[in-house]
């Protein structure tokens, strides 16, 4: 069974930095990009973050680059998103997901379609 579990959403003041991570069971973890995203009340999903399963080399959506950094623990089945200088724009739902594509996320962006996602996680920014 295939389950990816987020944790480490919640709230903070603005310029206050989270940690989120998404356990993922049931596939080859190793063998998939992964790709986090976030949904504001009202708008649209949008992409965040990726990276691929073959390089080290990650794409950030713009607003998030430099503040969010993507990362990767093959041997824990875990990603994660550290967040940084968080602004209250950055209040969202923030979802993890995965795909067993080989590209190059650094060249190509995020994908508009995963395989597997996860349930979200809460991200507030509130003075």
């Known amino acids: 069974q295939v389950q990816l579990v987020e944790s480490g959403g919640g709230s903070v003041q603005p310029g206050g930095s989270l940690r989120l991570s998404c356990v993922v069971s049931?596939?080859?973890?190793?063998?998939?990009?992964i790709a986090w995203f976030r949904q504001a009340p009202g708008k649209e999903r949008e992409g965040v973050s990726c990276i691929s399963s073959h390089e080290d080399d990650p794409y950030y959506a713009d607003g998030v680059s430099g503040r969010f950094t993507i990362s990767r623990d093959n041997a824990k089945n875990t990603m994660y998103l550290q967040m940084n200088s968080l602004k209250p724009e950055d209040t969202a739902v923030y979802y993890c997901?995965?795909?067993?594509?080989?590209?190059?996320?650094?060249?190509?962006?995020?994908?508009?379609?995963?395989?597997?996602w996860g349930q979200g996680t809460q991200v507030t920014v509130s003075s």
């Open positions: 049931g596939f080859t973890f190793r063998d998939y990009a």
């Open positions: 997901a995965a795909i067993n594509t080989y590209y190059y996320c650094s060249r190509y962006g995020i994908l508009k379609e995963y395989h597997y």
